[in-house]
Structure formats: structure tokens, C-alpha cells
């Protein structure tokens, strides 16, 4: 079966009583099966690992969290910022751009890329026109936003409205808007059986031991001089504990062996979008509620996250070091609508993908809604530019130090 999504699908699933789209896939590592991956690290170096009930299985399965769905989010959300930096899609944007800001590094941070969304503190201490964001005739909107009143989102940061928001730091602190995520993803090792990981360098200048101590100079870098070594207490200042070459980088490295990575039966990556989710939200102008714009914005939505999901599928699940995972079957959509009955499924590709959501987002402004079609740009506050100028100053200094 091979029936494509359309857009009269998605709106007509929308509109009735059906519960959620969703994508299953499994992959494989790019090696071949049975190769390591390695999923992310958290606090203390450790995988999240747990049992899980599997389909076929009597007992719990053994899994692993390769990609978390925070960090799927994250990589939906990219792969759209990618596309609209191509021109491939519309899609309203805000930028806070550091040029000129005197930084070491050029940074431009997108509200796709913050880490909650339009909410998040680098747009809330950036300038519009002169005017903090939040205070200005765009940013203040956001601070009568609720589920029943969504408009302003879907006019300058629609994603926030399909990833969830919490909109903690504005000007209500705690009591600030939320919506939970409408879009939830996650890649997950099945069989997960933990592995071993090695270390190790060798200098091919042979910097040996014996040739330090090395001592740290007080502009910056290192020097074997004691004359020329910062003093603390009149004594020069070595670097590290002991003035190992090792410490600014030189010489070899003893291999090591540790816990690390697993090999999988396989992973699979399980999408949903949550239809109720995007039902319950309201798109009101002027205070007046029309049902037919409420359906047309959580139309557009919904089509926003299928093609977001769709783009980052196709351009790979490179997902860290030693984590490229690569699709043993073909992607489909299931849609879940009548219970008991079994989901009928459909195919979206890259290039249907793209021409349902731009039919979606035209549909919507036909229909009234308001939608930012340029960029917002948006430039850091004096102070908010200080403070990135330092912390750079601040990396770069701890490195030459030996510190970073």
C-alpha cells in the first residue's frame, strides 16, 4: 500500500476523532549489525538504560536511549532551520545576531535553535528596534498566550506550538504560559548488550615524560623557562599538578580500556503527533473565535511537524561520534483513528512532505491568520554581548592555560 499524504488527509484527520499520527522505523548502524553505537552520556558519564516491553517478547527487553526526545526535537527542529535557510519553506523565524559584538567567535542563534524556543532568555535580553523583545510590539504578545488564545505563537514561532514551550522566564516567572510537546520522537536500542571502549595517543614527536616540567607563562601559553613562568607567591607557576607535557597537550597518552557503547539487535525510531493536542489549541483574532481558523491553523501544525520529521529523517541519523544509524525499512505514516480497526498507513517523502506544508501555511492565511514571512532580527543587549564576549575571553584563557 502506497497511498500518499495529502493535505485533505491530514485535515480531515484533524477535524474528526482521530488520535495521533505515527512513524515506526528500525535502523541499523551504518557498520552493519552487531557494530557499537554509542548513545549520549549524562550526569556521570551514564547511558540511560532500562527494560522495556516489546512486542513478541514475554519478558523485558533489555534498551538503551540513543537519542532522547529532547534531542529529537532538536534535530526536527535544525533540519527545518535548514530548509528555510534554503528557501525550501516558510516558516516565521527570529534571530539574534552577535556581529559586530566584538566576540571572538561570529554567533547567530535562531529561535529554532535556542533552547526553549521563543521563550528562551537570549531573545527575552535581545533588542527589537531598540526595545527589549519582550516589550516590544511583537515580544509582548507572547505574554498573554494560553491554549485558548495561541495566535500570537503561530504568527512568530509556530514550532514553539508543536515542540511544547514553558514560558518560565517572562515577565510572569512560573505562572507563564505552557503547551506540551504535540510532537514526541525517540531512538531506542533494543537489545541492548554493553560494550567496551579504548583510549589512547601516541606523539609522534615522542614528548617524553622527563622533558617538562612545563611551566605557564603569565600572557598566555607555556614555556619550559622557569625565568619566564608566571609567579604565585614567588614561585613559578607549573602546569597542571606537576608540569606533565601532558598538561598542555604533548606527548603520549597510556591506552585505557572502559565500559562503553553497546551493540543492539536494532534500533527503532518511534514519531507521534499528538492530534488532541493540537485540537485543544485556540486561534482567536481580536478576541472572536471562528472554528474554520481554528481547524486551518492546527491543519498547518500538524503538517509543519510531518515535514519537519520527514526532513530530518532524510538527512541522516549521524547522530553523534560513533552513532550513524541508517534506515533498514521505509518510512510510513500510520494513522490511528478508529479504535480496533488497524491504522491505514501512508508514505510521505522529502518532496511531498515539503509541498503539504506549504499548501497548509497558505490555507491558514487564507483563512485570516497571521504569519511572519520575513525574518525577525533581533540584536543582544549591551549587556547580554558583555556577558557572551566574556565567556568567550574566559574559553579561550582557560585553554591556554591548560584548564579547558
Not at 57 to 69: F, G, M, Y
Not at 198 to 203: F, L, P
Request: proline share 7%; charged share 25%; glycine share 8%.
Amino acid at each position: 500500500m502506497n497511498d500518499k499524504l495529502t493535505l485533505d488527509l491530514v485535515r480531515n484527520a484533524v477535524a474528526g476523532s482521530a488520535a495521533a499520527f505515527r512513524c515506526r522505523q528500525k535502523l541499523q548502524p551504518a557498520g552493519g549489525e552487531g557494530s557499537p553505537v554509542f548513545p549520549a552520556t549524562y550526569e556521570g558519564g551514564k547511558y540511560a538504560t532500562e527494560e522495556r516491553r516489546i512486542p513478541g517478547r514475554e519478558a523485558p527487553v533489555p534498551c538503551v536511549v540513543l537519542n532522547s526526545v529532547q534531542s529529537e526535537a532538536n534535530h526536527v527542529e535544525l533540519a527545518l532551520l535548514d530548509a528555510w535557510d534554503d528557501k525550501e519553506i516558510p516558516l516565521p523565524v527570529i534571530t539574534v545576531d552577535f556581529a559586530g559584538q566584538g566576540l571572538r567567535r561570529d554567533l547567530r542563534v535562531t529561535s529554532l535553535e535556542a533552547p526553549h524556543r521563543i521563550a528562551d532568555a537570549l531573545l527575552r535580553d535581545s533588542l527589537l528596534d531598540g526595545i527589549e523583545f519582550r516589550k516590544s510590539v511583537h515580544g509582548s504578545k507572547i505574554d498573554h498566550v494560553d491554549l485558548r488564545n495561541a495566535t500570537a505563537l503561530f504568527e512568530l514561532c509556530p514550532t514553539a506550538l508543536v515542540f511544547g514551550l514553558w514560558d518560565s522566564t517572562g515577565p510572569r516567572g512560573g505562572l507563564g504560559a505552557k503547551f506540551a510537546r504535540a510532537y514526541v520522537s525517540e531512538v531506542v536500542g533494543i537489545d541492548a548488550v554493553p560494550g567496551k571502549k579504548t583510549a589512547s595517543r601516541i606523539d609522534p614527536a615522542e614528548v617524553r615524560l622527563g622533558a617538562g616540567p612545563v611551566y605557564l607563562r603569565a600572557d598566555g601559553g607555556w614555556t619550559l623557562d622557569e625565568k619566564e613562568a608566571a609567579k604565585e607567591k614567588g614561585k613559578p607557576v607549573k602546569a597542571g599538578k606537576d608540569g606533565k607535557p601532558s598538561e598542555v597537550n604533548h606527548g603520549n597518552v597510556t591506552p585505557s580500556i572502559s565500559d562503553g557503547g553497546f551493540t543492539i539487535a536494532y534500533a527503532l525510531r518511534t514519531s507521534t503527533l499528538s492530534l488532541p493536542a493540537l485540537r485543544r489549541l485556540r486561534f482567536p483574532i481580536d478576541g472572536q473565535r471562528d472554528p474554520a481558523r481554528d481547524r486551518a491553523a492546527q491543519t498547518a501544525l500538524a503538517a509543519l511537524a510531518l515535514c519537519g520529521s520527514t526532513l530530518a529523517q532524510s538527512a541522516g541519523s549521524d547522530l553523534r561520534s560513533r552513532c550513524h544509524l541508517v534506515p533498514v525499512e521505509t518510512s510510513r505514516w500510520e494513522l490511528l483513528d478508529m479504535p480496533g480497526e488497524e491504522p491505514k498507513s501512508y508514505v510521505l517523502d522529502r518532496a511531498g512532505a515539503i509541498a503539504l506544508y506549504r499548501e497548509a501555511v497558505e490555507a491558514a492565511k487564507a483563512a485570516g491568520l497571521p504569519w511572519l514571512d520575513e525574518p525577525l532580527e533581533l540584536v543582544p543587549s549591551p549587556q547580554l554581548a558583555a556577558l557572551v564576549r566574556k565567556s568567550q575571553d574566559l574559553a579561550i584563557a582557560t585553554t591556554e592555560a591548560g584548564e579547558g
